[in-house]
């Protein structure tokens, strides 16, 4: 497998795995509805102690350095295309991982998004 493949795996997986840890974090933590400052601050401080938080912002950090390294090697044409298979892996981990009800529509979405990425891909070069 290409280290350019391999990248954009990271991106995709660990991307959408640090946004569903980052969104169980939050979740532990409740909504939020005021969006003053110290308000903000509050849910920071209280974010900053879920376990999950700090798994999420790592492997978000791995998808960003992952990026960095797949736009070195290709053109952003062709990775920002690439790595939106995050939203079919977003559907499928918020359904597992969060126990969130995807509707029909919503898959068929996910349908498309797969397609266009099929074609970019294969109309890589």
Same mark, same amino acid.
């Given at each position: 497998?290409?280290?350019?493949?391999?990248?954009?795996?990271?991106?995709?997986?660990?991307?959408?795995?640090?946004?569903?840890?980052?969104?169980?974090?939050?979740?532990?933590?409740?909504?939020?509805?005021?969006?003053?400052?110290?308000?903000?601050?509050?849910?920071?401080?209280?974010?900053?102690? +879920? #376990?999950?938080?700090? *798994?999420?912002? /790592?492997?978000? &950090?791995?998808?960003?350095?992952?990026? $960095? !390294?797949?736009?070195?090697?290709?053109?952003?044409?062709?990775? +920002? #295309?690439?790595?939106? *298979?995050?939203? /079919?892996?977003? &559907?499928?981990?918020?359904?597992?991982? $969060? !126990?969130?009800?995807?509707?029909?529509?919503?898959?068929?979405? +996910?349908?498309?998004?797969?397609?266009?990425?099929?074609?970019?891909?294969?109309?890589?070069?």
């Amino acid at each position: 497998m290409a280290w350019e493949t391999v990248l954009l795996l990271l991106i995709v997986v660990a991307g959408t795995s640090g946004e569903l840890c980052v969104t169980r974090a939050m979740k532990t933590i409740g909504e939020v509805h005021d969006f003053r400052p110290s308000s903000l601050l509050r849910v920071m401080l209280r974010a900053i102690q +879920v #376990p999950w938080m700090w *798994l999420g912002v /790592a492997l978000m &950090a791995v998808a960003f350095f992952s990026l $960095l !390294g797949a736009l070195s090697m290709e053109n952003v044409s062709f990775v +920002v #295309p690439v790595t939106a *298979l995050s939203y /079919a892996a977003g &559907a499928l981990g918020g359904q597992v991982f $969060l !126990g969130e009800r995807v509707s029909r529509r919503r898959w068929l979405g +996910v349908l498309l998004v797969c397609i266009g990425v099929t074609l970019v891909f294969f109309g890589r070069k």
